[in-house]
């Protein structure tokens, strides 16, 4: 009789530390969901500043480029692209990836005329953009560190019982692809190399 009792309070031990390790564990992924989520919120106000200087800037080229109609209506098209709401990471990062590359070709079409870039309001928005990247950047950073920690937990053994009880999924990275990022750096050292 009294292993018996013995053996059910260990089983209630047992059972109790389960409890608390299911509760611990699931609460554990409400926090890095919501991190990440909250982390993609703070990208998406950067992006929809983003989205409010483009116009500006486009308007200042076309003061001095109105010829140049295809790269705008591309830029304007782009920016409507990535504006859009109810997309995904990887979605919105395909739609950044876009109109990252049509800004590069704006800023290809600027530098053809030395008076917009002299420009102060021209020059005054390029920084409020550059500030603008480097806050998406950071923001990306920070986000992503948050997607691989719930992915990692969502995948691990045993906490990926805890996530497929409960519904806890992956999360999509926020992948910019820039290319001026992932360029091989060219050094020249102003000579021509001596045979």
């Keep these: 009789m009294e292993t018996i009792g013995t053996a059910l309070i260990v089983l209630l031990v047992v059972a109790l530390l389960l409890l608390v390790w299911g509760v611990a564990t699931y609460n554990g992924f409400v926090r890095l969901r919501n991190l990440v989520q909250e982390s993609w919120r703070q990208i998406d106000v950067e992006l929809h500043r983003r989205h409010d200087l483009i116009p500006n800037l486009v308007d200042a080229v076309k003061g001095y ?12 098209r782009a920016r409507a692209a990535a504006a859009s709401p109810g997309t995904g990471p990887a979605q919105q990062a395909a739609q950044e990836n876009a109109l990252t590359q049509a800004m590069g070709r704006l800023f290809a079409v600027a530098e053809a005329y030395p008076q917009l870039r002299a420009s102060e309001n021209f020059q005054q928005l390029q920084v409020e953009l550059t500030n603008t990247e480097d806050r998406i950047a950071a923001g990306r950073r920070f986000y992503n560190a948050n997607v691989r920690a719930i992915n990692t937990r969502v995948e691990t053994f045993p906490p990926n019982i805890i996530a497929n009880m409960f519904g806890f999924a992956r999360a999509e990275y926020f992948e910019a692809e820039d290319p001026t990022v992932r360029a091989v750096p060219r050094v020249d050292f102003g000579g021509t190399p001596q045979g």
């Design 65 to 76: 480029a109105a010829h140049e109609r295809g790269v705008f209506d591309e830029v304007t």
